[in-house]
C-alpha cells in the first residue's frame, strides 16, 4: 500500500503545472486526499485538499489558483492543478490520503515520495 506522486518539474512563473498523486494497493475514489509542501527551510504546508464529500479547501497563499481532483476513470488516481505558478510555489509536494474526512486533515494515513516543483524563468 503505497501512493506515489509524480509529474513536478521547471514551471515558468505565470504557467501551469499538474500533479498526480497514484495509489497501489487500494483506490482513492472516495479517499479524504490533501496535498501538501514543504520549501527548502520551511515547515511543511497544506495545499489543497479533496474531502470524502468532494468539497476542495485551499490554503490562502494558492486560494483560486490550486484544485483537488479525482480521475473519472482510474479510481486509484488523484491531481492537484495549479495556475498562476509564482517562484514562491517552488517545493516539495506531497500527496496523502485517509480513508474518510473532511477538509484538510492533521492525520492522513499514507503518505507519497514527494515531487520536487521548481518556478523560475
Known amino acids: 500500500v503505497q501512493l506515489q506522486a509524480s509529474g513536478g518539474g521547471l514551471v515558468q512563473p505565470g504557467g501551469s503545472l499538474r500533479l498526480s498523486c497514484a495509489a497501489s494497493?487500494?483506490?482513492?475514489?472516495?479517499?479524504?486526499i490533501g496535498w501538501f509542501r514543504q520549501a527548502p527551510g520551511k515547515l511543511r504546508e497544506a495545499v489543497s485538499c479533496l474531502g470524502s464529500d468532494d468539497i476542495n479547501y485551499s490554503a490562502d497563499a494558492v486560494k483560486g489558483r490550486a484544485t483537488v481532483s479525482r480521475d473519472s476513470v482510474k479510481r486509484n488516481t488523484v491531481y492537484l492543478e495549479m495556475n498562476d505558478m509564482k517562484p514562491e510555489d517552488t517545493a516539495i509536494y506531497y500527496c496523502?490520503?485517509?480513508?474518510?474526512?473532511?477538509?484538510?486533515?492533521?492525520?492522513?494515513?499514507?503518505w507519497g515520495q514527494g515531487t520536487e516543483v521548481t518556478v523560475s524563468s
Open positions: 496523502a490520503s485517509r480513508r474518510y474526512g473532511l477538509g484538510c486533515l492533521d492525520d492522513y494515513s499514507f
Open positions: 494497493g487500494f483506490d482513492l475514489a472516495t479517499d479524504a
